[in-house]
């Protein structure tokens, strides 16, 4: 299976840790976002990357976060000293650019947990 | 800003009912317009699709059409299965300014339940 994949699936951790989750967009797509979805809604945009190049972050990433696309591959999404605030489900998504590049496939997912 | 607003569930219907849930957007330009569906434990899926005006998106027997007129993209489906129980997101993408983002803007989502 050639699909978005995420790691790892789920975290625990203590509020004031650091985390960080991997994804592995499908292999040909140029463009890659993350998404953070808390119960109940539906996900918001994060951050972009087109390549390597990070292109936009959205305001809900504060300074804590950092985000990552070494050589155009793999993505980390890091955050730093987590609060409660941060459990969530936290998705990344890829999409082609040739074409209209207009549809993204997901991936499983991180679901963090702040205690 | 985008924004995107769908009814609230849960839906809870019976096998074979007809299914509509509302959807309605509020976007500057053209955007295109998804329903993802989330089933029980698994990641987003793109159910279908619409990109331009009066286009009918349609897949396994869901279907939704881009009325403009209405900024509207309601999601139909004939005959309800038990295997639909899902939660359910209508979203919307647009080009963001020179970045090329498409970024998806999503509703909060409506759960569908279908008895036997």
């Known amino acids: 299976d050639t699909g978005v994949s995420q790691d790892p699936r789920h975290k625990i951790t203590k509020r004031g840790q650091n985390v960080t989750f991997r994804c592995d967009p499908i292999s040909e797509h140029n463009r890659l976002y993350w998404y953070r979805q808390t119960l109940g809604q539906g996900p918001e945009f994060l951050t972009y990357f087109q390549n390597e190049a990070q292109l936009e972050k959205s305001r809900l990433l504060s300074d804590r976060f950092s985000a990552e696309r070494p050589k155009g591959s793999f993505s980390t999404l890091e955050i730093q000293r987590t609060e409660q605030g941060d459990s969530a489900m936290y998705l990344c998504?890829?999409?082609?650019?040739?074409?209209?590049?207009?549809?993204?496939?997901f991936g499983p997912g991180t679901r963090l947990t702040v205690l | 800003g985008d924004s995107v607003t769908q009814m609230e569930g849960p839906v809870t219907l019976s096998e074979e009912a007809f299914l509509t849930i509302n959807c309605t957007y509020t976007a500057t330009g053209y955007p295109s317009l998804f329903w993802y569906v989330q089933y029980p434990g698994e990641g987003l899926q793109l159910l279908l699709k619409a990109t331009k005006a009066d286009d009918k998106g349609s897949n396994k027997g869901f279907e939704a059409t881009y009325r403009k007129e209405t900024t509207s993209f309601h999601l139909e489906k004939g005959s309800v299965q038990v295997s639909d129980s899902a939660v359910y997101f209508c979203a919307l993408s647009a080009i963001s300014g020179d970045t090329g983002r498409r970024a998806l803007t999503f509703g909060s989502g409506t759960r569908l339940q279908v008895q036997p």
């Open positions: 998504a890829s999409s082609p650019t040739r074409g209209s590049g207009i549809e993204q496939f």
